[in-house]
């Protein structure tokens, strides 16, 4: 009790003084705000509340990135900020946010939040210090400590194009360092996954966390293992396709973070041929992003834990079970273990699975099974998985390249590629009943078609 009114009388975050700085210090004008962020901040303000674009949109603008988006902070309600414009819409269920639409441009619109410490009951704590629920509006000033880092915590107003800074988080951005507000190691504590934001931030922006930020972390890096899996998907997802995936992952494992996530992504990437893998698999993401092309994170996931799959897979044939079944259980007893820890979501599992399983029908070049193989729906998403495997090392580079050839050939040049059909595929596909005739399993009876 008397530990906790301590820190709240000595906390850093106290000692916090607030610096307005002016378009001529900063240099962000209100020009490179986009008009939807503009517009919002300028209703809620006609309409009488503070409004200031925050957090990733201003810090990014600052260094000379482009935002993804733009979020707005309000001393507003939700109720208010949807009432002040007709196209918006209230989403989120712990925490309520408004989403202003113009056009095909959305604003996330937050009410300043309370800071997390400021006492009382309204902060919900499991054992380790972490957050369960902080769900109380506050002042601006609460609401810029109880972000993550000083960076991410400076105001833009577009109508003075002022900046308010409360932790000195201007400074910091410009010395290019990543400063957890307040006591890194009770801020890790409430929430872990601000370890990995850590990361994340420092390869994004090419900074470092300043030493006493980074500290606690290899301490902490355990604590990850309570952050509920679907909130630690949402952001490996965000670093997977922050345009910087491959030092991201660097850093996660510089700091010890990694064991959490991907359960022995430590394992592969300590194989060389599996950290020759997963880096040229993020590596290629990176330069999709950069290019403004589409990312599939099935794809992404699906590579991440391929080298995982690959070993229990022949484990398994070793052990003297067929090769397809083998790999159907490599990949359901990998999947299965990463469900424990980052959930992968629902809808990706298909694509990952059917991913892995056109894996083993490239290794088919002749008989009829490579043009069957080249209609399939996803042709594309399997070769460029084959032809990383071979760029790693994993498989002979010649299997790509003859399944590039094969695939931009004209029919008759197809049929030339093909090699003859092994003598025990033959006799299997003589024996087979023709196209029509009922089917059995053997033992007599008609099997149930699983398709019909
Ligand atoms: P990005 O550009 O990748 O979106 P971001 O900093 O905008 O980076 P968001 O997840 O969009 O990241 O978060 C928006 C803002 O919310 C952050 O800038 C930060 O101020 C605050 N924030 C996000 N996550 C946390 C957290 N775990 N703890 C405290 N503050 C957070
Ligand atoms: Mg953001």
Redesign the pocket.
């Given at each position: 009790m008397i530990g906790k009114f301590l820190r709240r009388v000595f906390s850093p975050r106290r000692a916090n003084m607030l610096r307005r700085l002016p378009l001529e210090e900063h240099g962000l004008s209100r020009d490179q705000i986009s008009s939807c962020a503009r517009r919002t901040t300028e209703g809620l303000q006609a309409a009488g509340f503070q409004a200031y674009v925050?957090?990733?949109?201003v810090?990014?603008l600052l260094v000379g990135i482009v935002?993804?988006?733009f979020?707005v902070a309000t001393d507003a309600t939700p109720d208010q900020v949807r009432a002040t414009f007709r196209r918006s819409r209230i989403i989120g269920r712990r925490f309520r946010l408004v989403h202003v639409l113009c056009g095909q441009d959305t604003v996330e619109v937050s009410t300043f939040r309370g800071s997390a410490n400021a006492g009382g009951d309204s902060v919900e704590q499991d054992e380790h210090g972490r957050i369960l629920r902080d769900n109380v509006f506050g002042t601006l000033e609460e609401d810029a400590l109880?972000?993550?880092?000083t960076l991410?915590?400076l105001f833009y107003d577009p109508a003075t194009q002022e900046i308010l800074d409360y932790c000195d988080g201007y400074a910091d951005l410009r010395a290019r360092r990543i400063r957890v507000i307040g006591d890194a190691e009770q801020?890790y504590r409430e929430?872990p996954?601000?370890m990995m934001?850590a990361a994340?931030?420092g390869a994004?922006l090419g900074m470092t966390i300043e030493p006493r930020s980074r500290a606690p972390i290899a301490s902490l890096a355990s604590l990850m293992e309570n952050v509920p899996s679907a909130r630690l998907f949402d952001e490996m997802l965000?670093l997977l396709l922050?345009g910087h995936a491959r030092e991201g992952v660097l850093r996660l494992r510089a700091e010890g973070l990694h064991h959490g996530l991907l359960p022995m992504l430590d394992v592969i990437l300590e194989q060389p041929l599996g950290e020759r893998f997963v880096m040229l698999a993020l590596e290629r993401t990176d330069e999709r992003v950069r290019a403004d092309k589409p990312v599939s994170p099935a794809f992404l996931f699906a590579t991440l834990l391929w080298h995982e799959v690959l070993s229990a897979w022949t484990r398994r044939e070793v052990g003297g079970e067929k090769s397809a079944l083998a790999l159907m259980e490599a990949m359901d007893a990998v999947l299965a273990a990463q469900a424990g820890r980052l959930a992968i979501h629902k809808r990706y599992l298909v694509d990952i699975k059917e991913l892995w399983s056109l894996q083993p029908r490239f290794l088919v070049r002749a008989g009829r099974r490579p043009l069957r193989l080249l209609e399939h729906l996803r042709f594309r998403a399997a070769y460029d998985f084959l032809a990383l495997r071979c760029e790693s090392g994993e498989l002979d580079a010649e299997l790509a390249q003859w399944w590039d050839r094969f695939a931009g050939a004209s029919d008759v040049e197809r049929e030339a590629m093909l090699l003859p059909e092994e003598p025990g595929q033959k006799r299997r596909r003589r024996r087979r009943k023709p196209a029509g005739a009922p089917r059995t399993d053997g033992s007599g009876q008609a099997a149930i078609d699983p398709i019909a």
């Open positions: 925050v957090g990733g949109a810090r990014d935002p993804k988006d979020d109880r972000r993550d880092f991410n915590a801020r929430d996954v601000r934001r994340r931030l994004k965000k922050s």
